[in-house]
C-alpha cells in the first residue's frame, strides 16, 4: 500500500475538511465499518527507465536510491445519500494551499482527474446503495536505502627496498613500512583530530 496516499486523504477530509470520516483500504481483511467511510484502492501504471542514484555514500557504506511512481488512485465515498457531497468537498480540498503543503510535505502530488461520478453501488439483487467514485493520477517516490558498501581504512604493511634502503638487517625497523590510509570522514578519524566528534 502507499502509506502517503492513506495519510494525504485522511488528513485532508478530516483535519482540513474537519469530517468525521474512516479511511480504509480496499483490500482491509475486516467486516464492513460503518458509514461514512472512504474507500482506497490504486493501480500503478508508469515508472522511469532508470532509478535515481544518490552521489553521496555515508560512513556505513549506505547511499538512497529511489524513483517516482504514477498510480492510477479509485477512491470511493461511501456515505448514504451524502456520498457526492463528501466527495466534492475532498476533491476541493485536495487543491488547497494547507493540503499542498501536505503533499510536498510527503513528497507526492495529485495529477490528472480522470473519472468523477456517482455511481450508486449494488446491494443485493434488488437494492443499491450511495457511492462516490474519484480516480484521479498520484505521483509519489519509492526509496531504498542500498548497502554499496566501501573500503574505509588500508593498513599497508612491508618493507623498503631500493638502492637507498639498508637491507642487510630486514628486522630492521627502519627498514619497516606501516601505513594507514582513511577516508576523510571525521568519523574514521582518530581522537583528538580537529573538528573529530570526539573534540567538536
Same mark, same amino acid.
Given at each position: ?16 475538511? !474537519? ?8 483490500? !482491509?481483511? #475486516? =467486516?464492513?465499518?460503518?458509514? &461514512? ?12 527507465? /532508470? ?10 557504506? /549506505? %547511499? ?6 504514477? $498510480?492510477?488512485?479509485?477512491? !470511493?465515498?461511501? #456515505?448514504?445519500?451524502?456520498?457526492? %457531497?463528501? $466527495?466534492?468537498? @475532498? $476533491?476541493?480540498?485536495?487543491? +488547497?494551499? $494547507?493540503?499542498?503543503?501536505? !503533499? ?12 468523477? =461520478?456517482?455511481?450508486? =453501488? ?12 474519484? /480516480? ?6 519509492? +526509496? ?7 573500503? #574505509? ?16 638487517? &630486514? ?12 577516508? &576523510?570522514? @571525521?568519523?574514521?578519524? &582518530?581522537?583528538?583530530?580537529?573538528? +573529530?566528534?570526539?573534540?567538536?
Amino acid at each position: 500500500m502507499i502509506k502517503q496516499l492513506w495519510e494525504l486523504i485522511d488528513y485532508t477530509i478530516n483535519i482540513l475538511g !474537519q469530517e468525521d470520516v474512516a479511511v480504509i483500504w480496499s483490500f !482491509q481483511n #475486516a =467486516a464492513r465499518i460503518d458509514k &461514512p467511510y472512504i474507500q482506497l484502492d490504486y493501480s500503478s501504471n508508469d515508472l522511469p527507465d /532508470h532509478d535515481w542514484l544518490s552521489n553521496t555514500i555515508d560512513v556505513s557504506g /549506505h %547511499r538512497i536510491m529511489g524513483s517516482w511512481r504514477k $498510480a492510477v488512485v479509485d477512491l !470511493q465515498v461511501y #456515505a448514504d445519500q451524502d456520498s457526492m %457531497r463528501l $466527495a466534492n468537498k @475532498l $476533491a476541493i480540498l485536495l487543491n +488547497t494551499e $494547507a493540503s499542498l503543503d501536505k !503533499q510536498q510535505q510527503l513528497d507526492v502530488a495529485i495529477g490528472n482527474r480522470l473519472f468523477f =461520478a456517482r455511481v450508486p =453501488a449494488l446491494m443485493n439483487t434488488s437494492q443499491y446503495e450511495d457511492r462516490a467514485i474519484y /480516480h484521479f493520477d498520484f505521483m509519489y517516490t519509492e +526509496t531504498y536505502n542500498e548497502d554499496v558498501g566501501f573500503i #574505509a581504512t588500508v593498513e599497508i604493511e612491508g618493507t623498503y627496498s631500493g638502492s637507498l634502503v639498508s637491507i642487510n638487517d &630486514p628486522d630492521d625497523p627502519k627498514n619497516k613500512c606501516n601505513i594507514t590510509v582513511s577516508v &576523510p570522514y @571525521l568519523e574514521t578519524q &582518530p581522537p583528538g583530530i580537529v573538528g +573529530t566528534p570526539d573534540n567538536g
